[in-house]
């Protein structure tokens, strides 16, 4: 279960991570008390991603769903347009 868990989530053993290949998206939680902040910003600079921020907790979204699906909106319209 885990290896098939590992390779829905973009994890392939013994290959780079597919952030690395194709546009990605971050949404850094501000007020998460899980995941620091600063972390955040350190994992989504590393991935080259498209970074958002907003003042959320862990559970972004839970506390935040408009958030979230605006910046899954963003993401899929960018996509769509460099297709």
Do not use: C
């Amino acid at each position: 279960m885990a290896a098939r868990s590992s390779l829905r989530n973009g994890l392939r053993p013994g290959r780079k991570p597919l952030w690395r290949e194709l546009p990605s998206w971050y949404l850094v939680a501000e007020n998460d008390r899980m995941i620091n902040p600063v972390s955040q910003r350190f994992m989504a600079e590393r991935m080259g991603a498209h970074t958002y921020f907003h003042i959320a907790d862990h559970a972004p979204l839970v506390s935040n769903p408009g958030i979230v699906v605006n910046l899954i909106t963003a993401a899929a319209r960018s996509v769509l347009a460099n297709a």
